[in-house]
């Protein structure tokens, strides 16, 4: 129970595209391509659990209705003000999610469950067969959305019309995992017809095997190093180090493995989605790494934290980087962990930083340095996993096992 | 050269492989290439066989000419079948643990004491295929019976529990049967609806290839050997599991130690934790929807549909409940409305074959004793009833059927 299994959800979405393909590529009206690819993703989450369904229906007609108004009320004295307030209606889910998380996960499932049944009649009873959930997706969900509402308000794009926002909320690939797409990542590619269609399907075909062999070839074997946590008592200095180490390789391999799968069968469609991992652990300094890892939610952040809180201006640029690395920290978790975990990062991106602004690095670094670099990088990145996943009171004895004190 | 991106790949594919999966010719021989693959997996390294003689139940069964055919409950091919004996009288028997007997000195299976009561029908030895499936709930006994009917036993018996035979809280529990169970309710368009709901892509997917590719329908086995093999692997040593009566987890961690959908349900909303143990039974029987609301009505009708359909001789029997549950009067009135609502579908669903004893066995036996209200410590007055209602029902189906049961035991 509440460990939904994500390949189950690709399992699907690739039975359904080998369908869907060909069907989508000779319907040429441009609504009805996003009706049916929205249909798609309703009813992959119908599959999970058709009060998940339901819940983003409402979720995406909110959002609809308050990005037309943010946009109809943007130029108005009161704009910014409704903009507030529809920011916080589209943030107050997840954040609620977070905050309260217990409460929140069992009355998602009781009410869900409640509207499910009254809606759907004795097709509800399916409701209650699928397992017990947590609201799969809400982040993603809530990024796009808030990301729709801030270009409303901005004047980047203009309000949508409620097909578009169907067809946005429910874009297949991208419900469970992400990447944060934008809309208008994905807005022009329904409204032409492609014409190299068989490009697509090699590239999203190689896409997919590269996610499948991260995924099961690499990730898989590594699972159990995230046991780790719980064996500390239980095993010597070099395999809590050496399983630290793996745990590292897991989470990039089966993260990545998965956005793979999602940007592989977007690229099946048509769509052409940006990278969401760009071989992170070869970098070699804290911004390059967060640059190359998770790429859609650090650009999210970049554009919604980082560049607003004037990260483009010398004055202002350590706070603007310490601000988003704590939200990037605190989306994941609103916990002491995850507090640490972004003060942590923090410190590496504003040092590294001000030691840009003493001393540029040469160009033409030699190979040895760089691979130093990366593995002192790696190493960086690498202690602060644990907190990723430890509660409060673990962090101490954690640590303390990892440097021999007991 | 650099490989970057995909489209480097796809450069290289150009340039070293011929343009490996650059026209729709050239990926669609890729395809077959991997089915073809497949294929040769299955049959160059073969999956460990399953033993059902290591099934839970079948310890219990050596010696007998009785089995249980359910595989694990993550195994998606359900349940494996036994080669037909001809020389057998085979009944395929169906039910959750209600046909147990939990008697903790002497348990045992009520299909097993029946087959002792009658040993031999139309002078062949009888055969016990049991599906006993723990916690099964309809659209589970559905599943099984439709793969039941599809392996052509002499006989097919139902064991419906009243207390989720109706209960639209919980219709499936098993969801493991739906590839195993694919093709033999695919073909009735009656189910359709049913498999829309309760089935996904990646079920109908798999059944599909199953049915071709034994890399595919063995994948569970696969799976199995290794995860061992890299369980050995690594250096890692876990922690001794949590002695028990420790601290009890709470809040999520609580929920995510639930084994089912239904105990989350249970605990929050249907059955809330201030209904002490032994009432919970009986507030589950009362929660059954009779009045046309929930799923379970169709699952219920297609079910004996297809039974009366397959033309072979079957009985449907709602198991009995503890008689003293039913001095409750708001318990009896629920049992009454079950059964009620039963005959109705059953009088839709009539077939000559077909015997729906819609009465619990409860209203037709005396002397039953039960652990709970559900599960039976002594099975014989149920046994008796159920021996002798196969009998009279296979001799009005034909006449010439040779059905004599073993004289009943002497009452102390």
Redesign the interface.
């Known amino acids: 129970?509440?460990?939904f299994d994500s390949f189950?959800f690709f399992?699907?979405l690739f039975?359904?595209l080998a369908v869907l393909v060909p069907v989508y590529r000779l319907v040429t009206n441009v609504v009805a391509r996003r009706i049916l690819l929205g249909l798609v993703g309703v009813y992959l989450l119908y599959?999970i659990a058709p009060r998940l369904a339901l819940f983003y229906l409402a979720f995406w007609f909110v959002v609809g209705l308050l990005q037309w108004v943010v946009g109809r009320t943007a130029e108005k004295r009161f704009g910014t003000l409704i903009f507030a307030a529809a920011s916080v209606a589209v943030l107050a889910p997840m954040v609620t999610w977070k905050i309260w998380?217990?409460t929140f996960?069992?009355d998602f499932?009781?009410w869900g469950?409640s509207a499910a049944r009254t809606l759907m009649?004795?097709?509800g009873?399916?409701d209650?067969?699928?397992?017990?959930i947590l609201p799969l997706g809400l982040s993603f969900s809530t990024f796009r959305a808030f990301d729709l509402i801030i270009k409303t308000y901005l004047g980047a794009l203009d309000p949508i019309r409620a097909d578009e926002v169907f067809f946005y909320g429910f874009f297949p690939p991208v419900q469970l995992i992400g990447p944060v797409i934008q809309y208008t990542e994905i807005r022009d590619a329904v409204r032409t017809k492609r014409t190299r269609v068989?490009?697509d399907?090699?590239?999203g075909?190689?896409?997919v095997v590269?996610g499948l062999f991260k995924i099961f070839v690499v990730s898989?074997?590594l699972?159990?190093?995230s046991?780790?946590f719980?064996?500390l008592?239980?095993?010597s200095l070099g395999?809590l180090w050496?399983?630290l180490v793996l745990f590292a390789f897991y989470f990039f391999f089966n993260f990545a493995g998965y956005s793979d799968l999602a940007i592989g069968a977007s690229?099946l469609l048509g769509f052409d989605i940006g990278?969401n991992f760009d071989w992170p652990y070869t970098k070699t300094n804290p911004q390059s790494f967060w640059n190359a890892w998770h790429i859609s939610l650090t650009g999210f952040f970049r554009r919604n934290v980082f560049v607003p809180f004037g990260g483009m201006r010398e004055r202002s640029q350590y706070r603007a980087m310490v601000l988003t690395i704590m939200a990037i920290a605190m989306w994941h978790d609103i916990s002491i962990p995850l507090l640490v975990f972004g003060l942590y990062h923090a410190a590496g991106l504003v040092g590294h930083r001000y030691l840009l602004t003493k001393r540029q690095p040469p160009a033409d670094e030699p190979l040895f340095r760089r691979v130093a670099k990366a593995g002192a990088l790696f190493a960086f990145v690498d202690l602060s996993l644990p907190l990723m996943v430890v509660k409060a009171n673990q962090i101490v004895p954690v640590y303390s096992h990892l440097i021999g004190v007991s | 050269m650099k490989i970057r991106n995909v489209k480097d790949v796809a450069q290289l594919l150009d340039r070293r492989a011929g343009s490996a999966l650059g026209r729709p010719l050239s990926i669609l021989r890729t395809l077959i290439w991997v089915v073809v693959g497949a294929y040769v997996i299955g049959l160059l390294l073969p999956a460990p066989k399953v033993v059902l003689a290591k099934n839970y139940y079948n310890h219990r069964l050596t010696h007998l000419r009785a089995r249980d055919l359910v595989l694990d409950k993550n195994d998606p091919r359900g349940w494996q079948h036994l080669k037909r004996n001809p020389h057998r009288f085979t009944i395929a028997w169906i039910g959750g643990s209600t046909i147990q007997k939990v008697d903790p000195k002497h348990p045992g299976f009520v299909p097993v004491d029946v087959m002792r009561r009658l040993p031999h029908i139309d002078g062949k030895p009888v055969q016990i295929n049991m599906y006993l499936m723990e916690a099964s709930r309809t659209f589970d006994l559905f599943a099984a019976t439709a793969d039941a009917l599809r392996t052509k036993p002499d006989l097919v018996v139902l064991d419906l529990n009243p207390i989720w035979l109706f209960n639209p809280n919980d219709i499936q529990s098993w969801t493991n049967f739906n590839p195993a169970a694919f093709p033999s309710l695919v073909t009735d368009p009656g189910n359709w609806p049913l498999l829309s709901a309760l089935y996904s892509p990646s079920d109908v997917a798999l059944s599909l290839a199953s049915g071709h590719l034994a890399s595919i329908r063995d994948r569970w086995s696969y799976a199995k050997k290794l995860r061992e093999a890299i369980d050995k692997m690594t250096p890692l040593t876990e922690p001794p599991p949590p002695a028990p009566g420790g601290p009890k987890p709470t809040g999520l961690e609580y929920i995510a130690t639930m084994q089912e959908a239904q105990n989350f349900w249970n605990y929050y909303r249907n059955l809330p934790r201030n209904i002490p143990s032994p009432k919970r039974y009986p507030a589950a029987l009362m929660q059954a929807a009779t009045d046309g609301s929930s799923l379970n009505d169709m699952i219920v009708s297609q079910m004996l549909d297809m039974m009366g359909d397959s033309k072979i001789p079957a009985l449907a029997y709602v198991s009995a409940v503890d008689p003293s549950t039913l001095t409750d009067p708001a318990v009896d009135a629920a049992l009454h409305r079950i059964e009620d609502h039963l005959h109705a579908i059953a009088d839709d669903n009539a077939a000559r074959t077909l015997l729906v004893q819609w009465r619990s066995g409860t209203r037709l036996v005396r002397g039953l004793k039960f652990r709970d209200m559900a599960h039976m410590i002594d099975d014989e007055p149920m046994v008796n009833e159920l021996t002798e209602t196969i009998c009279s029902h296979l001799a009005e189906i034909d006449s010439s059927t040779v059905c004599t049961p073993k004289p009943r035991k002497a009452s102390p």
């Open positions: 129970m509440l460990n189950e399992a699907n039975v359904v599959l998380t217990e996960v069992i499932n009781l469950n009649g004795p097709w009873d399916v209650l067969a699928r397992d017990i068989t490009d399907l090699r590239e075909l190689l896409l590269s898989y074997p699972q159990s190093s046991d780790v719980g064996a008592d239980q095993n395999v050496l399983e690229r990278r």
